[in-house]
C-alpha cells in the first residue's frame, strides 16, 4: 500500500519561492511514477510536475515550465517542487500524487493516479 504525506504550502508574495515536499513510501516496484497537481477554484485538477522513477524523467505544464522544478531525495523517499517565480494565478490547492507504473501516456494525468496526498493551499498574494 502506498503512503503518501505531503508537507508545505501557505501564503506568498508574487515573485516569491516556496518548496513542497511529499514522503511516499510502499511502492509494489521500483518503476512507478510521481507528481504534483493542483486545482484552483472553479477549475480542473491539473498536473504541473511529475517524474518517473526510472528513469528519473520530469515533465511539466507549460505553465510552470521555467519556475517550479520537481526533484527526488531516494534517500528519504521524498519528493519536492521547488517553486520560484510564483504569480497570483498559481494560487491553488496543490496535490502529491503517485502511479504505480511509469508508463509515459499516464505521466501527469490526474485520472491514473490513485495515491494522493492531503492537500495544501497555496496563496500568491501581496
Known amino acids: 500500500q502506498v503512503h503518501i504525506v505531503q508537507s508545505g504550502g501557505g501564503l506568498v508574495q508574487p515573485g516569491g519561492s516556496l518548496r513542497l515536499s511529499c514522503a511516499a513510501s510502499g511502492f509494489p516496484s521500483d518503476y512507478y511514477a510521481i507528481g504534483w497537481f493542483r486545482q484552483a477554484p472553479g477549475k480542473e485538477r491539473e498536473g504541473i510536475a511529475c517524474?518517473?522513477?526510472?528513469?528519473?524523467?520530469?515533465v511539466y505544464a507549460d505553465s510552470v515550465q521555467g519556475r517550479f522544478t520537481i526533484f527526488k531525495d531516494n534517500a528519504n523517499d521524498t519528493m519536492y517542487l521547488q517553486m520560484d517565480s510564483l504569480r497570483p494565478d498559481d494560487t491553488a490547492v496543490y496535490y502529491c500524487a503517485a502511479d504505480t507504473t511509469s508508463l509515459l501516456f499516464r505521466l501527469c494525468v490526474p485520472r491514473f493516479y490513485v495515491y494522493w496526498g492531503q492537500g495544501a493551499q497555496v496563496t500568491v498574494s501581496s
Open positions: 517524474i518517473t522513477s526510472r528513469p528519473e524523467a520530469p
